[in-house]
């Protein structure tokens, strides 16, 4: 499967931004995705997962309650929408999909990863 993230941008503190994460490949459907983020110097750190069903979700401590995983698996697509965007949500934002229909929190889960889209959170 391939990946393709979008959405990112620049974004005053308190702000919000809707990322998508768009996939090819009929097996979409049975795939678990998350989000995953790296900030310049730093190492890629979870951030949400979804089950292949939608019915199961997963946040980091970090961002629960400000950021909402969904996918449309009509559209191969899923979502993180993010608000009270903090300056330290700055990094790049990445999709991965684990063919196990649940990656949960570990990176080694994910087998397929999109390019990234840049988010810029200024205070």
């Known amino acids: 499967v391939q990946l393709q993230a979008s959405g990112g941008g620049f974004v005053q503190a308190g702000g919000s931004l809707r990322l998508s994460c768009a996939a090819s490949?009929?097996?979409?459907?049975?795939?678990?995705m998350g989000w995953f983020r790296q900030a310049p110097g730093e190492e890629r750190e979870f951030v949400a997962a979804i089950s292949w069903s939608g019915g199961s979700t997963y946040y980091a401590n970090s961002v629960k309650g400000r950021f909402t995983i969904s996918r449309d698996n009509a559209k191969n697509t899923i979502y993180l929408q993010m608000n009270g965007l903090k300056p330290e949500d700055t990094a790049v934002y990445l999709c991965a999909a684990s063919p196990a229909g649940w990656g949960g929190q570990a990176i080694q889960q994910y087998d397929f990863w999109g390019q990234g889209t840049l988010v810029t959170v200024s205070s």
């Open positions: 490949g009929r097996a979409f459907r049975n795939y678990g």
